[in-house]
């Protein structure tokens, strides 16, 4: 009930403005380079619970459930499988959305439709649970592993970003 009277307060809420987000967002204003965008990525999950990419979180493992491991998960697709694999709006819609954040942080916009298209080839395998692989949904992976997928970046230091800690362990 609370966390719903704070919602309702809108004065409040006025008051306050962005102030609570600015750490985030002066992290992300100040990257540089591939590291600096992922301790970011990293404050804005611990800080304010927002994934941006991936997402790590500790579970039960699937082919053992006496341990526990990490997963990695993709960010939300912006807009549901279903949607985007079904209705040609919700693609053009999310490409100009891609482009406008791509023209923000100085990108080239072209880049958008190949992003779109890597999101909806995400969705295609992601969509269908009855069709999905459990070994390529779950693709299990060591350190080093994973390494040689996040090959521009320190795999072990983004974890500890994220908040898991040891995840040698």
């Given at each position: ?7 309702l307060d809108?004065?409040?809420?006025e008051n ?7 750490k985030?967002?002066?992290e992300?204003?100040?990257c540089?380079?591939i ?9 804005l ?6 994934d ?11 082919y053992d ?15 549901p499988?279903e949607?985007?694999?079904?209705t ?8 100009k ?5 791509l023209?923000?942080?100085?990108s ?10 890597m ?6 395998s ?10 390529e949904?779950y ?12 090959d ?14 040891n995840?040698?362990q």
């Amino acid at each position: 009930k609370d966390l719903y009277l704070m919602y309702l307060d809108t004065d409040a809420r006025e008051n306050t403005g962005i102030a609570p987000l600015m750490k985030g967002l002066m992290e992300v204003e100040n990257c540089e380079n591939i590291n600096d965008f992922v301790t970011a990525c990293g404050l804005l999950y611990r800080e304010y619970g927002c994934d941006v990419l991936c997402y790590p979180y500790i579970a039960p493992d699937i082919y053992d459930s006496s341990t526990y491991t990490v997963y990695l998960e993709q960010m939300d697709l912006l807009y549901p499988a279903e949607d985007l694999l079904n209705t040609a709006d919700s693609a053009e819609n999310m490409q100009k959305v891609i482009a406008a954040i791509l023209e923000v942080y100085g990108s080239e916009t072209e880049d958008a439709y190949d992003i779109v298209s890597m999101i909806l080839d995400i969705a295609k395998s992601t969509s269908d649970i009855q069709t999905m692989d459990i070994t390529e949904a779950y693709n299990s992976c060591n350190p080093q592993e994973l390494q040689e997928i996040f090959d521009n970046v320190d795999v072990l230091s983004m974890l500890e970003e994220f908040g898991v800690g040891n995840a040698e362990q």
